[in-house]
């Protein structure tokens, strides 16, 4: 079956800092991948995604890296701000169309 | 923006009632979804529905159905709630798409639902 799980559960940064958060997924059929982020009270916010033929897609302080030899995805936080706390999870979408979540890690920034 | 609303952000059931969780959204998409969200289990899905009138069973069906009468609606039944039904439910939405046009589901806040 699908697994796609993250490296680490619980990540500290200080504010300012870059944040790296990894996932790594099992089917390298898998086409599209998507990072989201739930606040704590919230539902899952779609934050960036990426296809397959890419490697890299940065949005506005964010960028996705997606290594398909390893299958590993990364998402990047630059100069992260106490309102990235928060958990961030994976999603990986194969090509019969099924998503599949990560459990997810909760960033902390800290002061 | 995308808005998917749930109709209750808390809600406390006892065992044996059947529970109603309703989902709105307002993108005219055809494809909406529910799961539930628990600790350690990150996100498992429960059904599915492609269109109006349409339902699939997801991964962990049992315990549960759904109505799709109108394509913006999408009602989750728990037919007779049990206390390990007890969860975070999420529904999502998103447009129909495969392939090199996949798109990204789009979450309500979620109903932290429990059976007492």
């Known amino acids: 079956g699908e697994s796609v799980g993250l490296h680490l559960p619980t990540l500290s940064v200080q504010e300012g800092d870059n944040s790296i958060i990894n996932c790594a997924y099992s089917n390298s059929a898998s086409d599209y991948f998507i990072w989201y982020k739930q606040e704590s009270g919230k539902g899952p916010q779609f934050i960036i995604d990426?296809?397959?033929?890419?490697d890299k897609r940065q949005g506005q302080r964010v960028t996705v890296l997606l290594n398909k030899t390893v299958k590993h995805l990364s998402l990047q936080i630059a100069a992260t701000q106490p309102g990235d706390s928060a958990v961030y999870f994976c999603?990986?979408?194969?090509?019969?169309?099924?998503?599949?979540f990560g459990t997810g890690t909760s960033l902390t920034v800290i002061p | 923006d995308v808005k998917v609303t749930q109709s209750s952000r808390y809600l406390v059931k006892r065992t044996g009632e059947k529970v109603f969780l309703e989902c709105v959204q307002d993108?005219?998409?055809?494809?909406m979804f529910w799961y539930r969200q628990d600790p350690g289990l990150g996100l498992r899905l429960i059904y599915f529905s492609y269109d109006v009138k349409m339902k699939e069973k997801g991964d962990i069906p049992e315990g549960y159905s759904v109505s799709r009468e109108k394509k913006e609606r999408f009602s989750l039944i728990l037919e007779s709630a049990s206390t390990n039904q007890t969860s975070m439910y999420l529904c999502a939405s998103r447009l129909p798409s495969g392939g090199v046009d996949n798109q990204p589901q789009h979450f309500g806040d979620g109903t932290r639902l429990s059976i007492l």
């Open positions: 999603a990986e979408i194969n090509t019969g169309n099924q998503f599949y």
């Open positions: 990426i296809r397959s033929n890419m």
């Open positions: 993108m005219d998409h055809e494809n």
